[in-house]
């Protein structure tokens, strides 16, 4: 019952360097979410996929790409790094449900990131 | 108006009280609700989640729905210094733009 699985859980980047939170889930859930979460505050949508193949953005995908070629993974990449891209980063996906009921959301464990 | 809207807190209850945290949220055709707890530096966990008008009791916790209003809530009975944590109301319109919203979460501290 692995879940929602993300790596790395730690990361220090330099300015201007480039990697990719990779995340993953067994459930066959067909949405796929990217949060990040600043010190002290609530979580802000970067991304999200309704399936593989369709993304759209969040409220601030900005410096952030992301892909979904399949229905497990859902990887965000960070091309130029920024300090103020310092953040935990969680992964969440969440199944279709059947009507109102049975849609929320699983969460990865986060990624915490420090770009300096 | 922002979809979610929470008090950020913090606030402050008396051990074995009652915490009532509140959320509203703007779109009307919003169908699934969910209260989610979040301990520092961990990540999101499911307490509650309820679809119809009405209230849901599991437990210490009562999630209560008002579609009229637009209104969500949570109580906490007898509450207990582990219940210290940042609570986070999420709506799922379940419409074509079908993504789950977060609000920005209330922190709670029940003082011992």
């Known amino acids: 019952n692995a879940g929602v699985t993300q790596t790395p859980k730690f990361r220090i980047l330099k300015i201007g360097q480039s990697m990719t939170l990779q995340c993953t889930q067994d459930m066959n859930h067909n949405y796929m979410y990217w949060y990040r979460q600043d010190p002290g505050m609530g979580l802000k949508l970067i991304y999200y996929?309704?399936?593989?193949?369709?993304?759209d953005k969040g409220e601030v995908p900005n410096g952030y790409n992301v892909s979904r070629s399949t229905t497990e993974d859902f990887p965000l990449r960070l091309e130029l790094a920024a300090p103020s891209q310092t953040s935990v980063y969680f992964c969440?996906?969440?199944?279709?449900?059947?009507?109102?009921?049975?849609?929320?959301?699983?969460f990865g464990q986060g990624t915490r990131l420090t770009v300096v | 108006q922002k979809e979610v809207e929470q008090n950020s807190g913090p606030l402050s209850v008396p051990e074995g009280a009652i915490a009532s945290l509140n959320c509203t949220y703007s779109d009307r055709v919003s169908q699934s609700f969910f209260w989610y707890r979040q301990y520092s530096g961990k990540s999101p966990e499911l307490i509650m989640s309820?679809?119809?008008?009405g209230d849901k009791e599991d437990g210490r916790f009562t999630a209560q729905l008002n579609k009229a209003s637009q209104y969500v809530s949570l109580l906490i009975r007898d509450s207990q210094p582990s219940d210290s944590a940042t609570y986070l109301c999420a709506v799922n319109k379940r419409e074509r733009d079908d993504k789950i919203i977060f609000g920005k979460g209330t922190r709670l501290h029940i003082l011992p």
């Open positions: 969440a996906s969440s199944p279709p449900g059947q009507g109102a009921s049975d849609t929320e959301a699983f």
């Open positions: 996929s309704v399936g593989a193949g369709i993304t």
């Open positions: 309820i679809y119809s008008n």
